[in-house]
């Protein structure tokens, strides 16, 4: 007769238990990056578009907690580069049950099209959201040519 111990590994409510916790972690990240649906990703979450005119370029990172003395735009070549620091965060009367805010630095860089003129860029940082306006280079921007006559 062959004895063997009733462990945690051989448990079907703990193998279900494991099985879940696999899942969660691949749905989070499918690529072991931080990039899936519910993952942390690169921070912070920018939006890049054309403008309403179709020439200027817009993005929009979320920054809330940060003001504008907080962060930092520079422009090298055709790359703006974002960062800031927030100072910590006030500490909890208790244990924590869930922790999700962040203190610290931040740095994220965007390369532009050569279409647009980064060291032309405006910023305006208000209610958590930063907005840069990278305006089109004028050589782009089409031209009326007036016609003469003969």
């Given amino acids: 007769m062959a004895l063997f111990r009733y462990g945690r590994d051989l448990d079907s409510m703990n193998a ?18 931080g990039l899936g649906l519910l993952g942390g990703g690169v921070r912070p979450p920018v939006n890049i578009f054309k403008s309403r005119t179709g020439e200027d370029i817009v993005i929009k990172l979320e920054v809330p907690g940060f003001g504008p003395s907080d962060i930092t735009v520079e422009n090298r ?9 927030l100072g910590s965060m006030p500490s909890a009367e208790g244990a924590y ?8 630095e ?5 390369q532009l099209p050569r279409e647009v003129d980064p060291a032309r860029a405006t910023a305006q940082c208000k209610n958590g959201v930063l907005t840069l306006n990278v ?4 050589e782009t ?8 006559g003969g």
């Fill in 135 to 138: 305006p089109a280079r004028e």
């Fill in 106 to 110: 931040f740095s994220r860089s965007i």
């Fill in 77 to 85: 070549g055709q790359t703006l580069t974002v960062s800031g620091k």
């Fill in 141 to 148: 921007k089409p031209r009326q040519i007036s016609v003469k």
């Fill in 97 to 104: 049950h869930r922790r999700e805010r962040v203190a610290g």
């Fill in 16 to 33: 279900l238990l494991r099985l879940q916790d696999e899942l969660s972690r691949a749905h989070e990240s499918p690529f072991g990056h």
